[in-house]
């Protein structure tokens, strides 16, 4: 892994974000390169919050690797801080390269300093190989998760 990077994710670096959301079958229906105008202004609103860090892996200048790491305080766990691990993409030439590890070891670390008791993320049911990848780093399948379009 050498010279990678894990730094905040800054304007110039959407294009290379969204392409790797578009790059796959679920997220080439949802998510549009023609027009990154909605994703700028994304990137405005969670920079403007202090529990949001959007990330991205770098190396000799190239973006290729991103995720979203959400802070979430609340009530239950008696009062436990939480986090969410979102948009996780690795570029199609560096998968299975070990990228994805590093990027998930860094959610969890950023996690332990941010003092949360709890790391979560949810996978579409389609995307099993993810969901042992996620299983080998030790998360649990212990829930059902539901969304609902708006």
């Not at 959407?14 to 080439?28: E, K, Q, T, Y």
């Not at 979102?86 to 199609?92: D, G, K, P, S, Y």
């Not at 993320?121 to 708006?150: C, I, N, P, Q």
Request: aromatic share 4%; with cysteine; proline share 4%.
């Amino acid at each position: 892994m050498g010279d990678l990077e894990i730094r905040a994710a800054v304007a110039d670096d959407i294009p290379s974000i969204v392409g790797m959301l578009a790059d796959d079958p679920l997220g080439a229906r949802r998510e549009s390169p023609d027009d990154l105008t909605p994703y700028l202004s994304a990137l405005d609103r969670l920079r403007a919050d202090p529990n949001q860090r959007l990330v991205v892996a770098v190396r000799e200048g190239r973006v290729i690797g991103t995720l979203q790491l959400s802070i979430i305080p609340g009530l239950s766990r008696r009062g436990a801080i939480r986090s969410i691990i979102e948009a996780v993409r690795i570029h199609a030439d560096e998968r299975g390269s070990g990228l994805g590890t590093r990027l998930i070891e860094w959610a969890i670390e950023e996690s332990r300093r941010a003092g949360c008791q709890l790391v979560q993320l949810t996978s579409d049911k389609s995307r099993t190989d993810a969901h042992r990848f996620y299983e080998r780093l030790g998360f649990e399948a212990s829930h059902v998760g539901f969304k609902m379009t708006l």
